[in-house]
Structure formats: structure tokens, C-alpha cells
């Protein structure tokens, strides 16, 4: 058996004692793969709208990120640009190309310099949107697309993120289920919980080991 | 692999001996069991996630080969690619194959305890590529030139002082007045030196925690964003990841996330957890143009439908490590193979040979921490013990203990003849240490009264004594 493929799984199946499965058997593994169902899923995933947030919010703090909640969308601008002055960094930003972030009323900040596309080693902060917030533990999920780079997730110092309230979802499960509605799976699902950080020296914790040293969440109420 | 795990007896004494590690180890088996139970404790679907995940990993390796081939058809469905390697040289040879014809330079590796043991690293090295490290402690032992101590912290046996003096011999372009004596300007100069090489890097070179059969999708799961940032700037990605880490669909791996962030640092979920799927879209603006998964087997499926099955349900989460006695004592270099602690008692041997590392399932205390646990309830301390089983069956054990044995072995068969010779010793010991209270030297038993006294036993066996009083 020269054809690598072949040898590991006639391997396997010479010690599971049989060919290849049965037509029964692979009707049944064919299913669950179909139907995807779902395991355990923690009680504390399911409640209130309102009560996910909240508890959303909490987890993400506790991960080292800071969370705004801001009235309306048309308050964004202006919470990136305090946000840049309150931590002394420069008035630029680059940016996700998507309508949740380009529909943003920007040029009300004149001092706020924004252009789009994916990050440059010189890009200090990102904004780009979110598919979803998850209250379980108080995760983002971010895909890729054709406006939104996944490079802006991770190669920015300072990374912000926009967010509607009503996109918080339960479980990791409720968030994978947008993303499947929305057909093809994007290259990269990044589920990202608080800024970058490493333990690796001496068991210390430090913030902003690789990627962003700063994750801030602004959340949306509208 | 390495394997240096025949000296393991002279590497521990090392390691016990070695007073930076003792301190790692010492915040290091108090820290991550107190994170761990706090995690666990405050999920209370904990444990039935456990068996859940237990149950779906041996779900999969009953089926193996349908996940595998169903995960192959979702790669090449998104237009990657698959290569089967039965060996760690097959391994090699396919990356090595992908790189050239990159005509690749540099490449950028994310964490991966299983390029480790197909020692990826010195072979592109000796081809002429530069394979660079960039999670912290690999970078730091990388620079260093030594093996990973521990599967999740590799360079957790290293001191701040010794980390800065590493980098100022190598960073030689930087200024030789900056201060590095605190950790956050050890970070901060590394993120400045990396940073640069994920921008030139041709390829980089991921592990995998999962790897998804319905979709296709390989999962890593990092603190540092160091894998995402190599995995997503150079053109080519390549996923190295042995066979046993196929789970059926993305709900399935939703549990053994659950499991793994939890049992590894007792964090409720690691800061960046992604699932890649194919290379990048034709309408994406950044992300690999092709995307490789080596399937590794490498010995893997020797043990399928044996007593040690139930080790490739492995996670490597490490919180066996964490937990072990002997572990937290000598460290990981002891083992001198590149899983160390429990799991690496049990791994080692299947991979490299039990003629080469009989030391390591002998190095417990079957306390059975380890398997309490281990997220995936594998039975640790049985396997380590039939690890012994075979070890003595082939005649690994010195000749005076399979002398030692054998006697007592039979003896045992025959009550009377035991119940005699036990009688007689005890009195023999008991005469020997009556005025002392402890005996300081004891005929075959040197390796135990060279560190400390052996107690004077009873005048008569306990049997003997229980025999009278009724």
C-alpha cells in the first residue's frame, strides 16, 4: 500500500474489523453531520434579553476588555473619538467596510481621521463590527469577508469594537447558528474574549502579548 | 521525538535540584489547580460536559475513518488541500514540499506540541528555511535552543533574568542600555521583533485543537493572537494535526471548548478561539491564498481497539501536569520527551518505544489526580499501569527487581509459605530496630534508607495479632 490515504485508513478499518461502514451506519452518521444537534449548553447561556446583556457586559469585563453602552448609533463617532483622547492615541483609525461601520455619521468627528481595508503594521486602532456578542462567557464573534479583514482583529494595538445590544446572544451554539444562516462559512470565525495576553514569563500575567493590548466594546442600545 | 527519556532518573535529580524550576513549579502546582476548580466550580454543567465529551471522542474513534474522510472532502470542497502522513517523516516531507515550492524563506509557527514531535523546525532549518516561533515561551526556548517544559507554559522552567540576558544576546539591533527587567518590556520587546516577522514570513505553520468533519474547519485556541496573526498574513497556511483530533460538527466542538480553557487555566474562555475554513475567499482582502491540513498519524492508530485507545481522546489541556505530584517535583525536562507529566507517561511510550521511556509510567505515585481531573476522564493510572505490565514482559525492569518479584510472586501463591516468611521477617526487623525505633540501613532496600530511616515494625504481623485477639 504505497497511497498514504489508503494505509491510514485501512488501518483503521482493519482494526475496527470491517470495510468501509455499512449503509445503515454511515446513513446514521450522515445524519447527526446533517442535523448538527446540540449538546449540554449551560443554563446560564439562556434568559432575558436584557439579562444577557448585562451578564455579556460582566464577562467581557472580567476578560480585561471595557464596555460603553451608547443610546443610538449616531452617538458612535464621537464615543471612538473620545475614547482615542481618554487613552492618548492618535486621531486615525482604520476600518471594516461594512454598513454597520461605514453607515456611521463619521464626518461629524472633523479631527477623526478614518480610511477602510485591512491593517498596516503602522495602524494603531481598528474599529470593525461584530456578527455577535455572547453572554456565556462574554465573547465576540467577528467573521471574514469581503469588508471585513480579519488582519484589523489582530494586528492593531488598540481594537474597538461596534456593536448592536440586540445581536447578544445566549451560547456559542446561538452565535455559530447566525453565521450558518448566512450560507458559506467564512474563512475565519474569530471568537475573541478580552485583549491579547501571556502568562509566559514567570506566570505573570501581561496584556498584549501578540494582538491588541486594548479591546473596547461599544455597545448599542437603538 | 527526542527521546532522552531513558535518563529520566538523572534529569529529575536535575530538576530537583535546579532552584529557578523549583520556584516555577511551586507557583505553578498551587495557581493552576486553585483556577481550575474555581472554573469548574462556577459551571455546574461541568462534569456532564465531561462525559459528553468523553462520549463524543469515542464516538469518533470508533468511526474514524468516515470523520477523516468526511473532513477531507469539507477541505477540498473549499478548495484546500489534504495530505495523509502515516510517519512523522512523511509529516516533514510534505511540509517541507509545500514551503519549496512557496520557494518560501521564513515561516511563522503558531503553537503546536505536534510539530515538536515531528521536530519540524530543524528540518526546515537545514533546508535552508527559517522556521521562527512566535508564542512567547517557544520563542524564548526557541532563542534558547531547548526543549518546552510544559505543554501549555514551555518555558514556565525560565526566570525573568534569565528570559532578558537570552534576549539581549540575541536582539543584538537593539540598544544594550534598555531596561528589561520587568515583564511587561520582556512582552513589549518580543511583540516589536515578531511583529515584523508575521509580515515577511512566506508561510505559517499552525497546530490544531480540532479540527471540524461537517465543515471543514481546523480550530486553534491562544491567548496571544500569535497564531491568528500566522495564520492569516502569509500567503500559505499549513494546519499540522494528528488524526485523533477530528470532531463531527461545530456543536461538538463547542463542548470541548467548554472543557479545554477551564481544565488548562481555569479561564472561563481563552482570549482568541478561531475556526478556519479553506483558504481565503475570492473577495476577502487579507487571509492565505492556499491552506494545507496534514493529517499525522504517526503511530496513533497502533493504538486503536487496545488498552490504551482511550488516550486519544487526549485534549491537551495539560491540567494532568498541573495536578501531578511528581510533575510539579522535577519538572518537564525530567521526561525528556515532548509530552511530559501524566499524559506523557502514557504517550511517550506508544510513540517512541516503552524499551526507550519504561521510566515514565513508573514515575507515579498513582495518586489518581490525574485522572480525576482530566476533562476527557482518561483512566491515566490504569494505563500507566499496563505500561508496566508490558515494560516487564519484555524485560525492561533491572534484573534484581524481576528477581524480587518473581519470589514474592510466588510466594503469594502459597499462604502458608507467605504468612511464614512475612512472620519471620518481622521479627527479624523488629529484633534489628527495637532499641532505635527505626532501622538506619536495610539489606536490598538502599534506595529507601539513603534519604530517610525505615520504621521499626510490630513484634508480630498484623494477621498474626488479629489472629490472637479472636
Known sequence: MSDP??????????????????????????????DHPRN???ARADGPQAELIVQFMDYLGKAGATVLRVPK???VPAAVAEYLRD??????VRTTS???????PWSDQEMLERTEGRAEKSDDVSVTSAVAGIAETGTLLLTSGKHTPTSLNFLPETHIVVLSAQTVVGSYEDAIDKVRK????????????GPSRTADVELTMEM???GPRQLHVILVDN | MDATAKSFKDQAKDGLENATLQDALGKLGFGFPLLRQMAADGLPEFDALRDQGRDIKN?????LDYYLERFEEQVTGHGGQVHWCPTDGDARDAILKICQEARAKTVTKGKSMVTEEIAINAHLEAHGIKAIETDLGEYIIQLRNEPPSHIVGPAIHLNKEQIAGTFRSHHKELDPDRSLEEVPALVREAREVLRQKYIDADVGITGANFLVAETGSSIIVTNEGNGDLSQSLPRIHIVVASIEKVVPTLEDACTFLRLLARSATGQEFSAYTTFSTGPKRPDDPDGPEQYHVILLDNGRSDLLGTEFQDVLRCIRCGACMNHCPVYTSVGGHAYGSVYPGPIGSVLTPALAGIDQSHHLPNASTFCGKCEEVCPMRIPLPKMMRYWRERAFDQGQDPVAARWALAFWATAARWPALYHFGANVMTRLLHFMGKREGHLVRLPFAGGWTRHRDFPTPERATFQSQWRKRL
Do not use: C, Y
Not at chain 1, 491510514?8 to 450522515?30: P, Q, T, V
Not at chain 1, 487613552?87 to 486615525?92: D, K, T, Y
Open chain 1, 208 to 210: 498584549g502579548a501578540h
Open chain 1, 87 to 92: 487613552n492618548n492615541l492618535p486621531g486615525r
Open chain 2, 59 to 63: 464516538h469518533v474513534l470508533e468511526h
Open chain 1, 182 to 193: 448566512q450560507g458559506q462559512l467564512p474563512r475565519t470565525l474569530n471568537f475573541i474574549t
Open chain 1, 98 to 104: 461594512d454598513p454597520e461601520i461605514d453607515s456611521l
Open chain 1, 40 to 42: 449540554v449548553v449551560p
Open chain 1, 73 to 75: 448609533r449616531s452617538d
Open chain 1, 5 to 34: 490515504r489508503a494505509q491510514i485508513l485501512g488501518k483503521i478499518r482493519e482494526i475496527r474489523g470491517r470495510g468501509a461502514l455499512s449503509a445503515s451506519n454511515r446513513h446514521m452518521l450522515d445524519t447527526r453531520l446533517a
